[in-house]
């Protein structure tokens, strides 16, 4: 797991000629790596005002990983004349790949360097008989939270023939992370949270609002997000799913993914 690395102040990164420096609780920016939005952790040059998402910074050049197990997928960063030409999806979460970003050539499979952080099972308190794994293909098209139609990636059981979208897991990520995380340690610890990520939740809800969006319904296309602000709902959901992700590790789910289908 990435989150077990040693953190690393200063990275010489491919894609920039300067060192870049860790900065914590910068606010919002635009990866220079992957084109998508970001918050907080950057990687930084100053003199040339270039950030990268922590995660796109220290990223592996290739990576195993189980939304393509056919292949390894390789870390390319192609300039705009190639995406302008050639112009990529990501697999997972359906916008733009552009810079950086993982690929397998082979079967034309893209994505994001963020988008393959998202664990591959999740608790879902609205059904805790089992766990949920993220899938491409599920047993139905219609979310079980907001009833609204699935096209692409989801969170599955199997056994039950559920789907949810990945941002209806989250909206409940926070809570489930609370109780499992009762499980691990005996009792609440509500340092667990620290405050850059209340803080980022709050500001996001809120500028969600404000575009007059429903949450849940703006994978189905009816909403267009500004340039700016691509990757934003996606940079949410990991920000809501990461805490639950630290738990899920230390729970250790492996009995009940055995009752999931392989
Ligand atoms: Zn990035
Ligand atoms: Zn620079
Ligand atoms: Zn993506
Ligand atoms: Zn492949
Ligand atoms: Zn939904
Ligand atoms: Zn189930």
């Known amino acids: 797991m990435s989150s077990s690395r040693p953190e690393q102040?200063?990275?010489?990164?491919?894609?920039?000629?300067?060192?870049?420096?860790?900065?914590?609780?910068?606010?919002?920016?635009?990866?220079?790596?992957?084109?998508?939005?970001?918050?907080?952790?950057?990687?930084?040059?100053?003199?040339?005002?270039?950030?990268?998402?922590?995660?796109?910074?220290?990223?592996?050049?290739?990576?195993?990983?189980?939304?393509?197990?056919?292949?390894?997928?390789?870390?390319?960063?192609?300039?705009?004349?190639?995406?302008?030409?050639?112009?990529?999806?990501?697999?997972?979460?359906?916008?733009?790949?552009?810079?950086?970003?993982?690929?397998?050539?082979?079967?034309?499979?893209?994505?994001?360097?963020?988008?393959?952080?998202?664990?591959?099972?999740?608790?879902?308190?609205?059904?805790?008989?089992?766990?949920?794994e993220l899938s491409q293909w599920g047993a139905s098209s219609i979310c079980m939270v907001c009833r609204g139609a699935i096209r692409s990636w989801r969170y599955k059981c199997c056994p039950c023939g559920l789907d949810v979208h990945?941002?209806?897991?989250?909206?409940?990520?926070?809570?489930?992370?609370?109780?499992?995380?009762?499980?691990?340690?005996?009792?609440?610890?509500?340092?667990?949270?620290?405050s850059e990520y209340y803080y980022h939740h709050a500001y996001y809800n809120h500028g969600y609002t404000n575009q007059g969006q429903v949450h849940g319904y703006a994978n189905q296309g009816q909403v267009q997000e500004p340039g700016r602000s691509k990757g934003r709902k996606m940079f949410s959901i990991l920000m809501d799913l990461t805490v639950g992700v630290v738990c899920n590790i230390i729970a250790g789910p492996a009995v009940e993914v055995l009752n999931g289908c392989f």
């Open 166 to 194: 990945m941002e209806c897991i989250s909206s409940s990520a926070s809570v489930a992370a609370t109780k499992i995380q009762q499980r691990c340690f005996g009792s609440p610890q509500p340092q667990f949270y620290h």
């Open 9 to 132: 102040l200063v990275v010489q990164h491919f894609t920039h000629i300067h060192p870049l420096t860790k900065v914590d609780g910068y606010g919002e920016f635009t990866c220079d790596g992957c084109k998508t939005y970001g918050f907080g952790k950057t990687y930084r040059c100053t003199r040339c005002d270039y950030n990268l998402h922590d995660h796109c910074a220290t990223c592996p050049s290739t990576l195993a990983t189980f939304m393509h197990p056919q292949h390894e997928l390789r870390l390319v960063f192609r300039g705009p004349e190639h995406t302008h030409q050639n112009k990529r999806m990501c697999d997972i979460c359906d916008e733009s790949a552009e810079g950086l970003y993982y690929q397998c050539e082979p079967c034309g499979f893209d994505v994001h360097p963020l988008c393959t952080q998202l664990p591959q099972h999740v608790r879902h308190v609205p059904h805790p008989a089992h766990l949920l």
